[in-house]
């Protein structure tokens, strides 16, 4: 167990004591002593049901509910009313260790529909729990509920969960801490104390108003007022006094362990702690070589673990996060701060050593970050990279524009990959797909750009794209290679795309057009970091594989909530293998109606 944990999984967690054979006692002179050979026997079943006993607690079955409801909330000193889990913003922390069953039942008291997307969990066959509306699931109706059901297998860090329909995710959201299973110790030194620190951006306006306007206008939403962390602005934000904002109280000569979820809408963001270095350790629950850093750079949907040793002089400390964008676009450009405090500090009131957030376009900066990831690549976590492809992908992912007659321009601003802007269906694809309900979507999403150009050049003189239900089949448990490039058909930038019901590694990423004679000669087939979410690179490309060994169908879209409103989105369709364990589930009885 590591310490800073049990309080919090409380009566949740299980324990057992392992009796050896030497500690039962045997039959005492004048009883009915058993012969030799059945006393050993009786031993040795005595020992193994106690280790079976053991075993079986390592994988127990968590509960949650989760009320979705409305609650006014004041930040900036302007009150509005959000949309919440259990009234908690950030929502609150669903722990679990590896191997866990993990059952929440969300009861919808809003009047929004809703849906939840554990994000990053592989849902391995249990695709009608992972969340998106319309992809896998109905939403969740006011007055409705419906129980998610999962197993978390092989993976043990951080996650994250979410609303998955419209904007709702912007305050329905919360970490996942999955532990390693018991008796398993992190592969570095355990830390005194962890903490979970969730980052995020705050709108004074309703974020449904904010973007069903933008989509009526045709153009871009209104940016953030201010960045966030564990839902509050900070100290140094407007309105707010030096006492506002979160407050991580430490001790002097500790380890630390901060959990940091990035679960903005549409920002990169840096990360850094005045006067303290930070170690990764882990992201997206994928355990990394230690790498020694003063920043980090967490896209929307990444998670990040680092230790933090608390080896400064008593007093106060700045927590910053501020935004990375190295594109010609609007940001907000607010920095969210907390205080890590020593314990010793005499005053609350005492000097605050402040920290410089690095420039707004430091690219330099977020490519050492993304560059230096690697897997652990141990023994007891092996990475294990596809070494060659059966089936290659090539998809171009930016922004076009389409003709709207109705819009304030005449044209309306979309999401593309490869050409093709994503229509979301009324039917939900995986029933589609299961049942055989024909006209929902079509398995013709093209393997390659349609259209051949100068990528991050100045694009082609048609920006319009072509609009549909497209979905892209692949067989089951075939080795993937998808080439993400970005494209500059209205402006080059970075794209943080987010894959479900898969890990991947990120094998190479480079800047300017991806050349397929030179550019994989740069691949890293060794220890290339595994993630579930990657930024690819502002005018660059980011090369990832992965194992199509999960049946079901998979979203895979931009992680900034506005390109995926826009249509920068598409599915993976996987096929079932040929034994029942390579099979999808049937739907569950309380699957959500439409």
């Avoid at 570095?188 to 449904?208: C, I, N, R, S, Y």
């Avoid at 692949?474 to 209205?490: F, R």
Wanted: hydrophobic share 35%.
């Amino acid at each position: 167990m590591q310490p800073g944990i049990l309080h919090r999984l409380g009566s949740q967690e299980s324990s057992f004591v392992l009796v050896s054979s030497d500690q039962v006692a045997l039959p005492v002179p004048g009883s009915m002593a058993m012969p030799r050979r059945l006393d050993q026997l009786l031993l040795r079943l005595m020992a193994s049901c106690f280790l079976l006993q053991a075993l079986s607690v390592h994988a127990i079955t968590r509960h949650y509910k989760f009320n979705v409801v409305m609650r006014n909330m004041t930040l900036l000193c302007s009150t509005k009313s959000i949309l919440t889990v259990n009234g908690k913003f950030p929502g609150p922390t669903l722990y679990a260790r590896e191997g866990d069953d993990v059952l929440v039942k969300v009861v919808n008291h809003s009047p929004h529909n809703v849906t939840i997307h554990w994000h990053g969990v592989r849902q391995i066959r249990t695709g009608w729990y992972d969340g998106p509306a319309y992809i896998t699931q109905c939403p969740i109706q006011p007055g409705s509920s419906f129980l998610y059901n999962f197993t978390v297998t092989g993976q043990r860090g951080t996650l994250l969960w979410h609303a998955h329909i419209n904007w709702l995710r912007a305050t329905v959201h919360g970490a996942i801490v999955i532990l390693p299973k018991l008796g398993v110790p992190y592969p570095f030194p355990a830390p005194h104390k962890e903490a979970v620190v969730v980052l995020g951006e705050w709108w004074k306006a309703d974020t449904e108003t904010v973007i069903n306007q933008a989509m009526q206008l045709g153009v871009g939403p209104n940016i953030s007022d201010s960045h966030t962390i564990n839902g509050h602005p900070g100290p140094m934000s407007d309105c707010a006094s030096s006492q506002d904002g979160f407050n991580l109280d430490v001790e002097n000569g500790k380890t630390y362990m901060l959990r940091i979820i990035n679960a903005g809408l549409n920002d990169d963001l840096f990360f850094k702690i005045a006067g303290h270095g930070l170690t990764v350790v882990e992201v997206d629950a994928v355990y990394t070589k230690p790498y020694k850093t003063d920043i980090l750079l967490i896209t929307p949907g990444q998670t990040t673990n680092v230790l933090v040793t608390t080896d400064q002089s008593a007093g106060r400390y700045l927590l910053s996060v501020s935004p990375f964008l190295d594109a010609p676009l609007q940001v907000d450009n607010k920095t969210g701060t907390a205080t890590l405090q020593y314990a010793n500090t005499v005053s609350a009131t005492a000097r605050l050593t402040l920290v410089k957030p690095p420039p707004q376009n430091a690219t330099p900066i977020a490519s050492k970050f993304s560059e230096s990831l690697r897997s652990l690549n141990s023994k007891e976590y092996p990475a294990n990279v596809p070494q060659t492809v059966e089936h290659s992908l090539f998809f171009t992912i930016g922004v076009g524009v389409n003709p709207c007659a109705n819009c304030i321009n005449g044209t309306r601003v979309v999401g593309t990959i490869n050409n093709s802007t994503f229509v979301m269906p009324s039917t939900p694809i995986l029933q589609a797909r299961y049942y055989s309900i024909p006209g929902v979507f079509t398995e013709d999403f093209p393997a390659t750009p349609p259209h051949k150009f100068n990528y991050t050049g100045s694009g082609p003189k048609n920006l319009q794209t072509m609009k549909g239900t497209r979905v892209h089949r692949l067989p089951y448990n075939a080795s993937v290679q998808v080439i993400l490039q970005d494209t500059g058909i209205i402006s080059t930038e970075s794209h943080p795309i987010h894959l479900h019901g898969f890990n991947f590694f990120v094998v190479g990423r480079g800047v300017g057009n991806y050349n397929p004679k030179a550019s994989p000669s740069t691949f890293n087939l060794i220890d290339p970091v595994e993630r579930n979410t990657i930024g690819v690179p502002t005018g660059g490309w980011t090369a990832i594989r992965f194992r199509a060994d999960n049946p079901g169908v998979w979203f895979m879209h931009c992680h900034f909530e506005v390109h995926t409103s826009w249509g920068l989105k598409m599915v993976f369709v996987v096929d079932n293998g040929k034994r029942p364990s390579e099979t999808l589930i049937p739907p569950p009885k309380d699957l959500p109606q439409c």
